[in-house]
């Protein structure tokens, strides 16, 4: 079964194109080193009447956006070898200097999960 890597994040919406740059950049660094499937998706449908919505989840402000995105992988083994290669890429060190980052670290949520149903 496949392995996921899940992140959830507030994205200034003044910012979408430069993270949306970023992650083209990150998502091609990614599948060139083995991530099966890599994918940024922003939020559209936030209101819920259950559970715990996204815009609280990552305490939404004025003027952001849900970002959900999640990467592919064989197994967590495949993950922990590309993801591995990946920090020592140049282009992901390049795009990712802290004080210019698209987001705020701070309020990303990230894991990485086993898959338990794949139809």
């Known amino acids: 079964?496949?392995?996921?890597?899940?992140?959830?994040l507030?994205?200034?919406r003044k910012k979408l194109d430069a993270y949306r740059r970023m992650s083209?950049?990150?998502?091609?660094?990614w599948k060139e080193h083995g991530a099966?499937?890599?994918?940024e998706c922003v939020g559209?449908?936030?209101k819920v009447d259950f559970g715990l919505p996204f815009t609280k989840l990552t305490d939404l402000k004025r003027g952001e956006l849900v970002v959900f995105s999640w990467i592919v992988f064989?197994?967590?083994a495949h993950?922990?070898?590309?993801?591995?290669?990946?920090m020592k890429d140049p282009r992901l060190s390049k795009m990712c200097k802290e004080d210019d980052m698209p987001?705020?670290?701070?309020?990303?949520?990230?894991?990485?999960f086993k898959t338990i149903v794949d139809m």
């Open 1 to 8: 079964m496949p392995y996921v890597d899940g992140f959830v």
């Open 10 to 12: 507030p994205v200034p």
């Open 24 to 29: 083209r950049m990150a998502g091609k660094v």
């Open 36 to 39: 099966l499937e890599y994918r």
């Open 44 to 46: 559209e449908d936030l």
């Open 74 to 76: 064989k197994s967590k």
């Open 79 to 86: 993950r922990d070898k590309v993801n591995a290669k990946v």
């Open 103 to 112: 987001f705020d670290l701070k309020r990303m949520a990230y894991g990485g």
